[in-house]
């Protein structure tokens, strides 16, 4: 319980936690970066790790000049597509062995049929428009290359998505982050951006349980 508890808290107070990094490792902060971002679209495993919120507080230091925002934009968006792409192979090559017909202890199989569902819906775009949506945007390059999705096809939209994702919330943590609010309150900031991230996924839920009513 305690590691969940530390965890949360790191998740949650990320301003004060991104600063003591930067403080003790210097720049190795942005490979520290990079592998978290890498991990958590790469890994079925880890669609916990944080995503949009910290994006936007790698922006928010940039724009304080305590990273450099080339670096940051160049290597997370390296770290996105990166883990996608392996993301993709993991579920063309392991896939199917991984998933039966129920859960494994780590591994929820409703996640992958919610995937599995709104890529159905979406088709190929599904693949930029996960970028945005946590849990999501970690089954979604795993459900492509399950589903054998061509690799070109997937490569092209992956790119994109990979793009839009990091520019977009890493350049809204530059440009807003220094807004007296916003940097007055980033804890609450964070919170704010983690629970909007959820809403589709709050939506669909409920979508379902009203009419299973």
């Given at each position: ?12 107070h ?5 600063g ?7 720049p ?6 990079f ?38 934009l160049a ?34 199989k409703?996640?992958l049929?919610?995937?599995h ?15 945005f ?12 290359g ?59 839920f ?8």
């Amino acid at each position: 319980m305690g590691i969940i508890e530390n965890f949360i808290n790191f998740i949650l107070h990320f301003d004060q936690s991104l600063g003591l990094i930067i403080q003790q490792f210097g720049p190795l902060t942005y490979l520290i970066l990079f592998i978290i971002i890498f991990t958590e679209t790469g890994f079925v495993l880890t669609p916990f790790f944080p995503g949009d919120s910290l994006l936007f507080i790698c922006g928010t230091f940039a724009s304080n000049e305590l990273l450099k925002i080339e670096w940051i934009l160049a290597l997370l968006t390296l770290a996105a597509i990166g883990g996608d792409t392996v993301n993709y192979w993991l579920g063309h090559f392991v896939g199917p062995k991984i998933f039966k017909e129920k859960s494994t202890r780590f591994l929820k199989k409703e996640y992958l049929d919610m995937a599995h569902k709104f890529y159905e819906k979406h088709g190929g775009k599904t693949i930029i428009l996960a970028r945005f949506i946590p849990i999501i945007r970690t089954f979604a390059p795993f459900v492509a290359g399950m589903g054998r999705m061509k690799y070109g096809h997937f490569l092209v939209y992956n790119i994109v998505g990979g793009v839009a994702w990091v520019f977009i919330f890493v350049l809204a943590g530059y440009y807003f982050g220094s807004i007296p609010i916003v940097k007055e309150n980033l804890s609450l900031t964070i919170i704010l951006i983690i629970f909007v991230s959820f809403l589709p996924i709050l939506f669909k839920f409920l979508t379902g349980f009203r009419k299973k009513m």
